[in-house]
């Protein structure tokens, strides 16, 4: 009987071990559980991305976000961005902000902001997606628009 109890536990360990793979995890993976602090992304790499570093920034100044995603497509820009726990009974207010400091401080620029955690998600998703040399500029526009929209959509 106490061999059956070892061979079971033995298995066990065995497919555990197994299951585990060495390989690193990937930024999507976690972001909704750590800080993942993604890099500002545009889907034009043709031009210069001093402005949408300032952005970023700009928006993770805030006291009451602690992770700011800045996605710049041709037209649009996506802000999307975590609001630290205690802060959440205010999110209509923060968002209010967010739009207010940006319009403000970058009048020619068409911005979306989120904070929902499913768009912060498909921008890192993106982020890893661009990295890629095999996901073509035109790809990453078209998959920015979708993110756009269902940031629309979620309203």
Do not use: W
């Amino acid at each position: 009987m106490a061999t059956r109890y070892r061979l079971v536990l033995l298995t066990c360990l065995f497919l555990l071990a197994a299951c585990s793979n060495n390989q690193p995890e990937k930024e999507s993976q976690l972001a909704l559980l750590k800080t993942t602090n993604p890099n500002p992304v545009m889907t034009d790499k043709t031009k210069n991305s001093d402005r949408v570093d300032e952005i970023k920034k700009d928006v993770s100044s805030l006291p009451e976000l602690y992770d700011v995603a800045v996605v710049k497509g041709k037209k649009d820009t996506l802000v999307v961005y975590k609001v630290k726990h205690l802060h959440r009974f205010k999110m209509k207010k923060i968002e209010k902000n967010v739009n207010k400091m940006l319009e403000e401080k970058y009048p020619k620029e068409n911005f979306t902001v989120s904070s929902d955690y499913k768009i912060f998600l498909e921008t890192v998703r993106l982020d890893e997606r661009m990295n890629s040399p095999k996901f073509s500029q035109q790809e990453a526009e078209k998959r920015f628009k979708e993110i756009v929209k269902m940031t629309e959509d979620l309203k």
